[in-house]
């Protein structure tokens, strides 16, 4: 059985827009993967481990493996418009609440800059 980890996050509203701030630590970017429906964003890592040949752990504490979460917002959100930023372990998601605008349900995936 795969454990998985929560990823931990910040949730900021503004009156246009949430901005989520995820702590993903020791993963590369290409591992991250951002998706969404019209009301929620889901964010999913996967953080690999070298092993270590020599030696055996006496201590293992630091995360490794699948991490996720999904937000669910009260307003519509329009991905479309959504952006993602990845720097010094740090993922930031600024996606802008629906105004106004036909919002298909879907499957959305945000790139990562």
């Known amino acids: 059985m795969v454990n ?3 990823i931990p996050v910040d949730i900021i509203e503004s009156p246009d827009s949430y901005t989520i ?3 993903i630590p020791g993963v590369e970017k290409e591992n991250i993967q951002i998706t969404g429906s019209e009301n929620s964003v ?3 890592a996967l953080r690999y481990e070298k092993n ?3 030696g055996k752990y006496i201590v293992m504490e630091r995360v490794k ?4 979460r999904t937000v669910k917002f009260k307003n519509l959100i329009n991905l479309s418009k959504a952006r993602a930023t990845y720097h010094n372990g740090i993922l930031t998601v600024e996606i802008p609440k629906a ?3 036909f919002i298909i349900d879907g499957y959305f995936k945000i790139l990562i800059f």
């Open 65 to 68: 493996g699948v991490m996720s």
């Open 99 to 101: 105004q106004n605008e």
């Open 42 to 44: 889901s964010i999913k």
């Open 52 to 54: 270590f040949s020599s």
């Open 4 to 6: 998985v980890i929560k």
């Open 21 to 23: 701030i995820a702590d």
